[in-house]
Each structure stands twice: as C-alpha cells, then as structure tokens.
C-alpha cells in the first residue's frame, strides 16, 4: 500500500497568513492526489483534486501543487473560517490512501 | 442537487451484524464509482472499500475483507455496506462517498452514520 506522510500534525497560523501543508508518498502519484477539508461533526469537502484543480465552489485562496511524490496544499490569507483539519487522498493504486490530518488552528 | 442521505448506524454487540445503506439522488447513480470511508472517535479517516459503477468489481481494505461486504443496487440508486462479525475496533462514523476512481476525487458524500460496537 502507498503511504501518505503528511505534515505538519498541526500549526497554528494568523489571520491572514499563508499556509502550507505537504503530503509525501512513498512512491509515484501521477495526478491521483486531492485534498479535504473536514469541520467537526461533518463530512469531509474536497478541495483540490488532481493534485491542482480548485473544486468549484472552492475559494481561490485555497491551491494545490506538486509532482511524482511530493505534493502542497497552500492557503492562502488564512480566514478564520479556515480553521478545520486537511487530509489529502491517493487513489492511484488499491487501497486509496489518506494522509494523517493537519489541523489548523486560528490564533 | 447531488445528495446521498445515509441510514442504517447505531449499536451493536461484537460479532454482531449491521447494514449501512446510501442513497443517492441528483446524479446517474450508475455511472459512477462509489466509496465507503470511516472515521474512529478522535482519528483520521480511513478508507474502507469501494465499488465499480456496475458492481462487477470491488475493493475493500484488509482490515474488513471478509467480513464487510461493499454492493449497490442501481436500479434503486442504493449503496450498501454490509458488516459482519463486527469488533469494537470498527466503531466509527461510516460515510458514502461518490468516487471518480482517479484524482483523489471523493467529490460529494453522505452525512455519516455512527456505528458503536460495544457489550
């Protein structure tokens, strides 16, 4: 099975900041990576899939990038409305995949 | 509107049984893919099995196979998850999901189903 390395576990940021978080996987993707956001007691919303494509509905500050192993998730001028957990998902080979969860808090 | 409304959670004794369905509305169920994923108390998610647009084939992670059984009826545009056997490991919110089957994409999903098992 791939494994996703995602990290940090957790960050704190301010309003207005930019964000990172990466995905690592132990082997090549292609473009089968997306990335979730997920609020307490709800399902989880995609956010990119891809690797770089905005869902619609997405706010634009919200980005994806990355190739072959390594991928990013970048928010950009943090909202508090931002603040939430993120995965992100392979599904280039059985079994998909979820990375371990970021979880960003507001300061 | 796509929408998949979810039934079927509660309590249930180890090595009880329990059904989880997912209906799907807004959509041509049968043209796509779909997903079960689930999420223990206080973790991350964890995919769980999904399933061929026609059901000629499916995949359940290892953890599961052999006593959870992925199926969908699309002429009732149905998802279910049948689970058996059931360990106290399993409790976890159970979510339907559709699948595109490439690009990380699990695009809309159900509102979850919270399964406990427990004596």
């Known amino acids: 099975a791939i494994q996703m390395t995602q990290s940090p576990s957790s960050l704190s940021a301010s309003v207005g900041d930019r964000v990172t978080i990466t995905c690592r996987a132990s082997?090549?993707?292609?473009?089968?990576l997306g990335w979730y956001q997920q609020k307490p007691g709800k399902a989880p919303k995609l956010l990119i899939f891809?690797?770089?494509s905005l869902e619609s509905g997405v706010p634009s500050r919200f980005s994806g990038s990355g190739s072959g192993t390594d991928f990013t998730l970048t928010i950009n001028s943090l909202q508090p409305e931002d603040s939430a957990t993120y995965y992100c998902l392979q599904d280039h080979s059985n079994p998909p995949t979820f990375g371990g969860g970021t979880k960003v808090e507001i300061k | 509107e796509v929408q998949l409304v979810q039934s079927g959670g509660g309590l249930v004794q180890p090595g009880g049984s329990l059904r989880l369905s997912c209906a799907a509305s807004g959509f041509t169920f049968g043209n796509y893919w779909m997903a079960w994923v689930r999420q223990a108390p206080g973790k991350g998610l964890e995919w769980v099995a999904n399933?061929?647009?026609?059901?000629?084939?499916?995949y359940s992670v290892d953890s599961v196979t052999g006593r959870f059984t992925i199926s969908r009826d699309n002429a009732k545009n149905s998802l279910y998850l049948q689970m058996s056997s059931l360990r106290v490991e399993d409790t976890a919110v159970y979510f339907c999901?559709?699948?595109?089957?490439?690009?990380?994409?699990?695009?809309?999903w159900g509102q979850g189903a919270l399964v406990t098992v427990s004596s």
């Open positions: 399933i061929k647009y026609d059901g000629s084939d499916q």
């Open positions: 999901a559709r699948h595109w089957a490439t690009a990380g994409t699990l695009d809309h």
């Open positions: 082997q090549g993707l292609r473009n089968d």
């Open positions: 891809a690797v770089g």
